[in-house]
């Protein structure tokens, strides 16, 4: 007797839920700011859920490449969805083409954070340092009603952490010179050899850059969101991580009792976080490195200072980092 087989069942499709009375918000900064620590926080929050760099604003991977925007356009000029879209917002004109556009990179987007949400979540959000500032004109015509978290720290700190993470995850690319960063890495890294100069002048010039750039393109993005926009101080979330996250919980409309921000704090404080050293107590190969203010003073030599003076002195000067030039 030939028994029949019964066919395997076809692997499931992930469900894809569209949560109602969802809010969006999106976390930013340089690179080596703190967007890393604040995600953890405000991952940690019973109501938020967000992603950690999911690229969705990236020039060369991220939403904007998702479609065929010629096929979306030959789409919403056929008679026939002409026709079905001017009777639903009749007596409104048809949407245009780029509008089509817009709630189709939206509604893809919405797709991919709708993924990351779970019960009694109300907020997604996406942690993705630069690019939310270099694009932030995009952001705000997809999402004009999200909210903004920008984390600031004091660009010499972020340009000597940056360093030490390019040192970490072996990215030559800045340095330009491989020789300079071989060495930098084989002591800095590593911890062997003679001491060396933490920075060469072309990473210098780099990571201070980009850190001026965002200090610019900030100013971009409060002028756009206002109100939703909201600026984070790596300095004073340091000295009073309970009282910036209160701010933060109350920016992005989710709860903010006692209980729940000291969970959120304790849970990603540097002593868990570096699995077990206290702030001050470096580790050179590792993500969560330091967790001080004021590092920057042990590697800046008088050539580093000129050369930060030069790309970002007056920027260092307008957020009242220093009083003037002569430090």
């Not at 009375?21 to 890393?36: L, N, P």
């Not at 972020?158 to 010179?177: E, I, Q, Y």
């Not at 971009?220 to 009282?243: C, I």
Request: charged share 30%.
């Amino acid at each position: 007797m030939i028994q029949e087989t019964k066919p395997a069942e076809a692997p499931s499709a992930p469900r894809i839920e569209r949560p109602r009375e969802i809010g969006y918000f999106f976390i930013t900064g340089a690179h080596r700011s703190g967007t890393s620590w604040m995600t953890w926080m405000v991952n940690a929050h019973p109501q938020v859920s967000c992603y950690f760099e999911a690229y969705l604003f990236s020039p060369a991977i991220g939403a904007s490449r998702w479609l065929d925007e010629q096929a979306l356009n030959r789409w919403s000029e056929h008679p026939n969805p002409t026709a079905a879209l001017r009777a639903r917002t009749a007596p409104e004109p048809a949407p245009r083409a780029d509008d089509v556009l817009r709630a189709a990179r939206r509604g893809a987007i919405e797709g991919v954070l709708a993924l990351a949400h779970k019960p009694g979540v109300r907020r997604l959000g996406d942690k993705g340092p630069v690019h939310y500032l270099d694009a932030c004109e995009q952001l705000h015509e997809l999402f004009p009603e999200a909210r903004v978290i920008h984390l600031l720290r004091d660009g010499r700190d972020m340009v000597t952490s940056m360093v030490f993470h390019h040192l970490r995850t072996g990215n030559a690319a800045p340095f330009a010179d491989d020789g300079d960063f071989e060495r930098a890495r084989r002591f800095w890294h590593e911890g062997e050899g003679q001491r060396v100069p933490l920075f060469n002048e072309a990473v210098l010039r780099h990571a201070a850059l980009q850190w001026r750039r965002c200090v610019r393109r900030s100013r971009v993005a409060r002028t756009l969101f206002g109100e939703q926009f909201l600026t984070v101080r790596y300095e004073k979330l340091l000295e009073d991580p309970t009282t910036q996250m209160r701010r933060v919980f109350g920016h992005l409309g989710v709860k903010r009792d006692d209980e729940t921000v000291r969970a959120c704090v304790e849970s990603n404080r540097f002593e868990v976080r570096s699995q077990g050293r206290k702030p001050g107590e470096g580790d050179n190969a590792a993500f969560v490195r330091k967790g001080v203010v004021g590092d920057w003073r042990e590697y800046f030599a008088d050539r580093d200072k000129a050369i930060f003076k030069e790309i970002a002195g007056q920027a260092l000067v307008a957020l009242a980092y220093e009083s003037d030039e002569n430090w």
